[in-house]
């Protein structure tokens, strides 16, 4: 059974950066689909962003793109978020998903893509 496990949220003032970090654990195949989403209160699911594990496909939501950068660690079963000049509107539990399937180009963002989540954790940006 995968599991996945984030770490790392917090509080920051507007402008600052925090690195989320999810660990994987059990076998979801030789090749994945994996990112982070988010959640703010009363806010439907949005994917922010995501990375095939060969690492050819990598797909930003605009409202991070410059700012959030994901990368892996495949040898240690891990996948980071660097967020950068962070702003009130990133005030969101943040999740670690992952699938054994690529989606189409179109739904790689899409919550629904993916099977497999981890619990989230708080990251809140205040003004």
């Known amino acids: 059974r995968v599991q996945l496990v984030e770490s790392g949220g917090g509080s920051v003032q507007t402008g600052g950066s925090l690195r989320l970090s999810c660990t994987a654990s059990?076998?979801?195949?030789?090749?994945?689909?994996w990112g982070w989403f988010r959640q703010a209160p009363g806010k439907e699911r949005e994917g922010v962003a995501a990375i095939y594990s060969r690492g050819d496909f990598i797909d930003y939501a605009d409202s991070v793109k410059g700012r959030f950068t994901i990368s892996q660690d495949k040898s240690k079963n891990m996948l980071y978020l660097q967020m950068n000049s962070l702003k009130p509107e990133d005030t969101a539990m943040y999740y670690c998903a992952a699938d054994s399937e690529l989606p189409s180009p179109v739904t790689r963002l899409n919550p629904n893509q993916f099977e497999y989540w981890g619990q989230g954790i708080l990251v809140t940006v205040s003004s």
């Open positions: 059990g076998y979801i195949g030789t090749t994945y689909h």
